[in-house]
C-alpha cells in the first residue's frame, strides 16, 4: 500500500511540474502583413519570414502564433485588435509598421497591458516624434529591430552599376542611365531603400537615375510597368528593383520590349526569393539582396533573453542591425549548397541568445552568422 501511494504522489509531482513548465512557456502572436499563399503577386517574403520565425521558436521552446493580413493594413488593425482583446492575450505581440498602420496597434497594447515590439519597419520622421522612443510614452512598446535597408538599397545599386558600366552599356551621350521600382511612397523600408540607392548613384559621376517609381512590391505592376518606362528611356541600362517580385517583372517587361536582361540590360532586387536565385545563377539578373526575412527570428531572440531577465535594452531598445547580404554570381553556389531546401531548422538558435549562451557579449544577427554556423 505504502508503495502505491509513493507512487502516486511521484506521478503528481510528475504532471503538476509538466503542467507548471508549460504554463511559464511564453506565447508570441506575429500579425504578419503577407499573405499565407506564397503563390501571389507580392512574392514568398513574408513567408520565409514566418518559416525563420518558426524554426528559432523551436529552438527556444516559444508558443509562436502567426497571423496573415493579406497586404491589408485595414485588417492588420483589425487582427490586432481581436488579439489585443483575447480574455488571455499573449505575452509578446510582434508587428510590421506597414503603411504606417502600427501607430494605433502599439497604443491599444499598451493600454491594455500586452507588450509589444516593432520590427521591419519602425517609426520614422512625424510618427516616431509622436510616439517618442519605445518604454517612454508607451510603457508596454519595449522595442523594436529593423534591418538596415538604406544599406540594401545602396548595395542592389553597386551591383547593377557596376555590371552595366563592366558591360560598356553606355548610351549615345556618353553616359550610363538607369530606373528604379520602388515599393510604395510611405512604407519605411522601400522609402530607405531608394535613399540608398541614390546614394550609390551619386557616387557614379557618369551614372544617371532617370526616375523611380512604385510598384507596391508587386510581380505584375512591375511586368506592364517596365515596357512603358523603357520606351520613356530607352537607353535604360539598369533597373533597380526594390524586392524581387518586383525584379522578376521588370525582367519580364525587359524581354517583352525586345532587350536581353543578363547582357543588354541588368537587373537587382531583393528578397532572395527562389526564383530569382536561379535568374542569378543564369546570369539574367545580377543580384538579390537579402536576409530581412532573419528580423522576426531574431527579434524572437531579444525576447527570450527579455522574458528570462536579460534586457536587450542594454544594445538599446531601437536597434538596427545590418543583416542584409547580396547574392550573386560568385556566392550564390555556396547559399544553395547550404540552404537551398530553405531548413533554417539546421540553426541552432540558442547560440544567439544571451541566456542560453553566457559567451554571447553583443548581438551578432546577420548573414554571416547563419553560414558560420553551419
Not at 520613356?232 to 524581387?244: E, F, K, S, V
Not at 539582396?289 to 522576426?296: A, D, E, R, S, W
Not at 527579434?299 to 534586457?311: F, I, N, P, S, T
Request: glycine letters at 8%; aromatic letters at 12%; charged letters at 25%.
Amino acid at each position: 500500500m505504502r508503495k502505491f501511494v509513493f507512487l502516486v504522489v511521484i506521478w503528481s509531482l510528475f504532471f503538476s511540474s509538466t503542467d507548471a513548465s508549460a504554463e511559464k512557456k511564453m506565447h508570441v502572436v506575429f500579425i504578419n502583413p503577407g499573405f499565407s499563399d506564397v503563390d501571389n503577386p507580392t512574392g514568398a517574403f513574408w513567408n520565409s519570414v514566418s518559416s525563420f520565425m518558426e524554426a528559432a521558436a523551436d529552438d527556444l521552446n516559444i508558443d509562436l502564433e502567426i497571423l496573415y493580413c493579406d497586404r491589408n493594413h485595414i485588417k492588420m488593425k483589425r487582427v490586432a485588435e481581436s488579439v489585443i482583446k483575447r480574455k488571455l492575450p499573449p505575452d509578446y505581440l510582434v508587428v510590421v509598421n506597414e503603411k504606417l498602420s502600427a501607430e494605433p496597434i502599439v497604443i491599444d497594447a499598451d493600454r491594455a497591458g500586452v507588450k509589444v515590439f516593432v520590427i521591419l519597419n519602425r517609426f520614422e520622421g512625424d510618427q516616431q516624434k509622436q510616439m517618442g522612443p519605445p518604454r517612454s510614452k508607451y510603457r508596454n512598446w519595449i522595442g523594436s529591430l529593423i534591418p538596415d535597408n538604406r544599406f540594401a538599397g545602396y548595395q542592389i545599386a553597386k551591383f547593377v552599376i557596376d555590371q552595366t558600366i563592366q558591360a560598356g552599356i553606355m548610351a549615345s551621350d556618353g553616359r550610363f542611365h538607369m530606373i528604379g521600382f520602388s515599393g510604395d511612397y510611405v512604407t519605411q523600408a522601400s522609402v530607405d531603400r531608394v535613399d540608398g540607392l541614390k546614394q550609390a548613384v551619386s557616387e557614379y559621376p557618369n551614372v544617371d537615375l532617370e526616375q523611380v517609381i512604385p510598384c507596391n512590391w508587386s510581380e505584375d505592376e512591375a511586368k506592364s510597368k517596365t515596357p512603358k518606362m523603357l520606351k520613356r528611356y530607352p537607353q535604360t541600362g539598369a533597373i533597380w528593383c526594390a524586392n524581387d517580385p518586383i525584379a522578376i517583372g521588370a525582367l519580364e517587361g525587359a524581354y517583352a520590349s525586345g532587350r536581353a536582361p543578363g547582357k543588354d540590360i541588368f537587373l537587382g532586387g531583393l528578397n532572395w526569393d527562389p526564383p530569382v536565385l536561379e535568374k542569378i545563377k543564369s546570369g539574367e539578373i545580377v543580384t538579390s539582396v537579402g536576409g530581412h526575412f532573419m528580423t522576426g527570428g531574431w527579434a524572437l531572440v531579444l525576447l527570450y533573453d527579455y522574458h528570462h531577465g536579460r534586457d536587450f535594452a542594454d544594445e538599446g531598445t531601437r536597434l538596427q542591425y545590418k543583416i542584409f547580404g547580396a547574392l550573386h554570381s560568385g556566392n550564390i553556389n555556396q547559399f544553395l549548397n547550404n540552404f537551398k531546401d530553405r531548413d533554417w531548422g539546421k540553426i541552432d538558435f540558442s547560440r544567439f541568445s544571451k541566456i542560453l549562451n553566457p559567451k554571447v557579449t553583443h548581438y551578432q544577427f546577420g548573414v554571416e552568422s547563419i553560414l558560420t554556423d553551419q
